[in-house]
């Protein structure tokens, strides 16, 4: 039985190469007047392909290929839609809207969709044909969809329970009900970009965040100007397995929503305060506090893994407000945050009054480099 897998597999190995050359022409080459033989078994034409064999060829086109080979037969349409889990669909660059339209209904097993743009195609009436047809879908990108309203998170609330990750970054027409209404649908949310939803991502849409998505892990918030602590702090005691979360651009928001943040997610690894100008030593000290407060009684023996936890990666370029003492100790306390050459996780960019700040491994390099005798000249 074994030997009969092994050769199985070798046969596909050998005979794919074939297929795959005279597949994707629109059917029109056909197979040839020999055919291909694979354990006796002579094809023909294109429904002789075996499905193990057809699955294993689809498995190695792109996306678009994908799509053409769905069109050659009715067997193979059949065998792709039924076996599509993953869909990206970045490639197309007109009439996408169209094309979702006519594919929602026929791959209603995908699990994973992406449809970035480059420029806003995608419609309404697209994505209520998705969620209408897509019934397991689990991962959803809609970024840049400008041309997009409240009816598609009104659609997706009802149509999409099961979302675990959705990025709507860019989609500045969504408003912040529809997002509140979302939230109390698909709670099973992990990943959240709203980067540049202005509309949608305010302290409200957060409220609902922290009250519907416990599961959250990360989130993005980039540019969302209408951000406040409330929204912040709602949403560090609803979601207390946050991970990592940018609040770039959101002005608003005190030290008091970085002092929750630490109170709240201990296993926060990333986070940017990019320009955010009212952030002060009381939020680095904040981060410290909880750091020592949270340290193993035995950190000495689990020192190794205990520097594998807490901040990874910190981004308060910009906060011209923070001094050297607090982010020094920041340092100290977050082994992981590195202010070394080639391995910049703690950005200070634009903070002059920081150039005296490094992390333990550029003083050791320093401290090395000083120690080396120079030749006498």
Same mark, same amino acid.
């Given at each position: 039985?074994?030997?009969? %897998?092994?050769?199985?597999?070798?046969?596909?190995? *050998?005979?794919?190469?074939?297929?795959?050359?005279?597949?994707?022409?629109?059917?029109?080459?056909?197979?040839?007047?020999?055919?291909?033989?694979?354990?006796? #078994?002579?094809?023909?034409?294109?429904?002789?392909?075996? +499905?193990?064999? *057809?699955?294993?060829? !689809?498995?190695?086109?792109?996306?678009?290929?994908?799509?053409?080979?769905?069109?050659?037969?009715?067997?193979?349409?059949?065998?792709?839609?039924?076996?599509?889990?993953?869909? =990206?669909?970045?490639?197309?660059?007109?009439?996408?809207?169209?094309?979702?339209?006519?594919? &929602? /209904?026929?791959?209603?097993? @995908?699990?994973?969709?992406?449809?970035?743009?480059?420029? /806003?195609?995608?419609?309404?009436?697209?994505?209520?044909?998705?969620?209408?047809? =897509?019934?397991?879908?689990?991962?959803?990108?809609?970024?840049?969809?400008?041309?997009?309203?409240?009816?598609? @998170?009104?659609?997706?609330?009802?149509?999409? /329970?099961?979302?675990?990750? @959705?990025?709507?970054?860019?989609?500045?027409?969504?408003?912040?009900?529809?997002?509140?209404?979302?939230?109390?649908?698909?709670?099973?949310?992990?990943?959240?970009?709203?980067?540049?939803?202005?509309?949608?991502?305010?302290?409200?849409?957060?409220?609902?965040?922290?009250?519907?998505?416990?599961?959250?892990?990360?989130?993005?918030?980039?540019?969302?100007?209408?951000?406040?602590?409330?929204? !912040? +702090?709602?949403?560090?005691?609803?979601?207390?397995?946050?991970?990592?979360?940018?609040?770039?651009?959101?002005?608003?928001?005190?030290?008091?929503? !970085?002092?929750?943040?630490?109170?709240?997610?201990?296993?926060?690894?990333? #986070?940017?305060?990019?320009?955010?100008?009212?952030?002060?030593?009381?939020? +680095?000290?904040?981060?410290?506090?909880?750091? %020592?407060?949270?340290?193993? &009684?035995?950190?000495?023996?689990?020192?190794?893994?205990?520097?594998?936890?807490?901040?990874?990666?910190?981004?308060?370029?910009?906060?011209?407000?923070?001094?050297?003492?607090?982010?020094?100790?920041?340092?100290?306390?977050? /082994?992981? @945050?590195?202010?070394?050459?080639?391995?910049?996780?703690?950005? +200070?960019?634009?903070?002059?009054?920081?150039?005296?700040?490094?992390?333990?491994?550029?003083?050791? &390099? $320093?401290?090395?480099?000083?120690?080396?005798?120079?030749?006498? $000249?």
């Amino acid at each position: 039985m074994a030997g009969e %897998v092994k050769g199985r597999r070798e046969d596909l190995n *050998l005979y794919s190469e074939k297929p795959m050359m005279l597949a994707f022409d629109g059917g029109k080459s056909g197979i040839g007047a020999g055919g291909v033989e694979i354990e006796g #078994l002579v094809i023909t034409e294109w429904k002789d392909i075996p +499905m193990e064999l *057809l699955l294993r060829i !689809v498995s190695l086109v792109d996306d678009r290929t994908l799509i053409m080979a769905s069109g050659v037969c009715s067997g193979w349409r059949d065998a792709i839609c039924s076996g599509l889990t993953h869909l =990206c669909l970045s490639w197309c660059k007109n009439n996408m809207n169209n094309l979702v339209l006519s594919l &929602a /209904p026929k791959f209603t097993k @995908l699990q994973t969709l992406v449809l970035r743009q480059d420029k /806003p195609q995608l419609e309404d009436n697209a994505v209520e044909t998705i969620v209408s047809y =897509c019934h397991d879908l689990q991962d959803l990108d809609l970024s840049k969809s400008f041309k997009l309203s409240d009816l598609s @998170l009104y659609a997706l609330a009802h149509g999409s /329970p099961n979302l675990t990750k @959705l990025n709507i970054s860019g989609c500045t027409a969504f408003s912040d009900v529809s997002l509140e209404y979302l939230t109390e649908f698909c709670r099973k949310l992990k990943f959240l970009n709203l980067c540049g939803c202005v509309n949608g991502a305010t302290d409200r849409a957060l409220q609902a965040i922290g009250r519907n998505c416990s599961q959250l892990q990360s989130l993005n918030l980039g540019w969302c100007e209408n951000v406040g602590d409330v929204g !912040v +702090m709602s949403l560090a005691y609803g979601c207390p397995d946050l991970r990592t979360l940018d609040l770039c651009g959101c002005v608003c928001i005190t030290d008091d929503s !970085v002092i929750a943040l630490a109170n709240r997610c201990p296993r926060l690894r990333s #986070l940017c305060l990019y320009y955010c100008r009212n952030i002060t030593d009381r939020a +680095m000290y904040s981060l410290v506090h909880n750091r %020592v407060k949270n340290k193993p &009684a035995t950190w000495e023996s689990r020192k190794g893994r205990y520097d594998e936890e807490g901040l990874k990666s910190l981004n308060i370029s910009q906060c011209t407000a923070i001094t050297p003492p607090a982010v020094q100790a920041l340092c100290d306390s977050f /082994p992981a @945050l590195h202010t070394c050459s080639g391995r910049h996780s703690l950005v +200070m960019s634009g903070c002059w009054n920081l150039t005296s700040v490094h992390c333990a491994c550029a003083v050791q &390099a $320093h401290h090395t480099a000083s120690s080396i005798p120079h030749p006498a $000249h």
